[in-house]
């Protein structure tokens, strides 16, 4: 399609050049430090850098905390991808029941969204609290397990997870509900007219034609986990107990803002970019085929 | 609502179903007796999704609960789950002992100021892309959708110490500015402005409109949805972004709320553990974003699921 376009030379620069200037200060600029730092060593305060080559990567490949925080990683991204699409699908596929009403439960599903992932880490905190709070209080009457977060890891973990989750389900049943609405009522009806019954028509009919949805709040979560997440780990457990909660980007703050150790910094973060280019060619390979469904 | 779609419903299985009448007529006879029985799967669905949204609000309600009691009655057993008296004192001594005031006040300019930033430029290149043929356009396009792939902490170390240089440290240009360039934003600018009609540009170069006589008067006035819609996901990122503002702050005077809130919280073990406030606080600090996605719910949906496409 042939566009009317305006005849300028100079102004198309002059429009574009706020978003360039941005981009360039501030992403393309710092990347290619990034790059460029993770095979120096630079000493913290001054001093002439160092090339190292990839000293910097095979230090962090041999060490065993970092392995710790990108299993950490792996595991927080997992639960909080899993708990969040799997249980948005569900509450999205009952919500989209056709009953009365779907506006108002779309809202009062969707609102934890807007509390940050901090904010809802300091109220879990509190649920989670060994000595006040509701949590361990009525744990402790099926089970003597020290339900106490403080000590054991893995309850740190579920700890930070369900605060997560819970800040990012309204997401995916935003748009699992616009997928599903998506699907055409004639599919639905002819599946009825076959006698299909609930659980059938659930695995036949929407999960395969929901997948195109799934997979992209698979990755969106993935990425969101992985880069957003910063701020309910420092808030709540500061990576621990132990380096328990310590995933990748908390480790990258850690060693570079608190260690003040550049080189590993920077080689942690170009490993991240490497993660994100990973998930968003995923994400964009799939989008092209979103459009044939 | 029910009826009608019930209706297709008879209509597309008797299509469907033609050479067989028979077979129809007992599926229309069974949807007819369907529709007129009390309908108990409804009431499951209702009962369903109203656990929940009940599940879902109550660690807000929790939060809620304790910020309105004295502090004996948060560390009493069986813990107590209704609301108490305390609640004004609480929420005033919150308010005074974090300078919610300040907090709140630098958030709300950290958010409108990320979210029209970014809506203002990404407007301008999109327009760009769209309506000029200028050497480089792919090159500007590309380089744009490259942005998606360097979240903030890929790029930290390096984007903090260009703010140093810039002398931006500790300032709202530092909390905001380095936030702004979105491709999202961009995209779905671009996007909007391929489905505007040719003719009305060409209508406004006959009337002997300059471009940005074209951008203000004729295509500002018909993006206000997508703006909306885009400034309420923006403004929520902007009210919750932790990482950036927790660097690049030094003093209390120019935190965020949702860092401020973290220094609630006793670190060490001989500082009395003033949960009541915290909550106090923690609701100051996620009423305001809670609130835009309830007033605005459309957009925001809107928003959410076209920006990220």
């Keep these: 399609m042939k566009r009317t376009v305006f005849p300028n030379r100079w102004l198309p620069y002059l429009l574009v050049l706020p978003q360039m200037l941005v981009t360039i200060a501030f992403f393309f600029w710092p990347a290619g430090k990034s790059l460029y730092l993770s095979v120096f060593k630079s000493p913290p305060f001054g001093g002439r850098d160092v090339f190292i080559g990839l000293d910097n990567f095979v230090a962090l490949l041999t060490d065993r905390d970092y392995y710790d925080s990108v299993l950490n990683s792996f595991v927080f ?14 509450i999205a596929v009952l919500a989209n029941q056709k009953i009365r009403g779907l506006a108002f439960y779309r809202t009062a599903l969707l609102w934890p969204y807007g509390i940050a ?52 389900l309204g997401y995916n049943i935003a748009f699992f509900l616009a997928g599903l ?78 260690g003040l150790n550049l080189g590993s910094s920077a080689a942690q973060s170009v490993i991240l970019m490497a993660v994100v280019i990973g998930l968003t060619m995923l994400q964009f390979r799939f989008a092209e085929k979103k459009v044939t469904y | 609502m029910s009826d009608a779609r019930t209706t297709t419903t008879v209509v ?15 599926a229309t006879a069974e949807l007819e007796r369907q529709r007129r029985r009390p309908d108990w799967g409804n009431l499951l669905v209702h009962l369903a999704l109203a656990a929940c949204v009940a599940v879902l609000a109550f660690p807000l309600y929790y939060a809620f609960v304790i910020s309105t009691q004295a ?54 290149s999109a327009f760009a892309i769209v309506y000029f043929r200028f050497r480089g356009a792919g090159l500007v396009f590309w380089s744009i959708f490259l942005t ?21 440290l500790n300032t709202y240009a530092g909390l905001t500015v380095p936030l ?30 300059g471009p940005l006589r074209f951008l203000w008067s004729f ?91």
């Design chain 2, 71 to 124: 502090i004996d009655e948060v560390i009493q057993k069986p813990p107590r789950l209704l609301p108490s008296t305390h609640m004004v004192e609480n929420y005033v001594e919150a308010w005074r002992r974090s300078g919610m005031a300040r907090l709140l006040v630098n958030s709300a300019i950290v958010a409108i100021g990320v979210a029209v930033g970014k809506i203002a430029i990404s407007m301008l």
């Design chain 2, 148 to 168: 998606l792939m360097l979240p903030i902490p890929v790029r930290i170390l390096p984007t903090y110490e260009v703010v140093g240089n810039l002398g931006w």
């Design chain 1, 77 to 90: 991204a997992a639960g909080v991808t899993g708990l969040s699409v799997v249980g948005g699908l569900l």
């Design chain 2, 12 to 26: 597309t299985a008797g299509a469907v179903a033609a050479p067989r009448m028979a077979t129809a007529r007992v």
């Design chain 2, 219 to 309: 295509l500002l006035p018909l993006s206000w949805a997508n703006i909306a819609a885009l400034f309420v996901v923006l403004f929520i990122y902007g009210w919750n972004e932790y990482f950036w503002p927790l660097l690049i702050t030094n003093t209390e005077e120019m935190r965020t709320v949702v860092i401020g809130l973290e220094r609630l919280i006793p670190r060490s073990g001989t500082e009395l553990p003033t949960w009541n406030l915290i909550m106090a606080g923690a609701m100051m600090a996620l009423l305001p974003p809670v609130a835009v996605i309830l007033f605005m719910q459309r957009w925001f949906v809107k928003g959410l699921i076209e920006s990220e496409k």
């Design chain 1, 117 to 168: 992932p901090a904010v809802a880490g300091i109220i879990f905190l509190f649920i989670f609290h060994p000595a006040y709070g509701i949590l361990p209080y009525f744990l402790s009457f099926v089970t003597t397990y020290e339900f106490n977060w403080l000590l054991k890891g893995w309850v740190a973990m579920a700890l930070v997870i369900l605060a997560t989750s819970w800040t990012h």
């Design chain 1, 181 to 258: 609405q998506a699907i055409p009522t004639s599919v639905m009806e002819a599946a009825n007219v076959d006698g299909a019954g609930a659980v059938r028509k659930f695995t036949a009919i929407i999960v395969p034609l929901i997948s195109p949805v799934t997979f992209y709040l698979v990755v969106v979560n993935m990425v969101f986990a992985f880069f957003n997440s910063f701020g309910v780990i420092h808030a709540v457990t500061h990576g621990g107990p132990g380096n328990a909660t310590e995933i990748m980007v908390f480790k990258l703050w850690k060693d570079g803002f608190v």
């Design chain 2, 180 to 209: 702004m360039a979105s491709a999202t934003a961009t995209f779905l600018f671009r996007q909007f402005y391929l489905t505007i009609p040719n003719e009305l540009a060409e209508a406004a170069q006959l009337d002997g409109a």
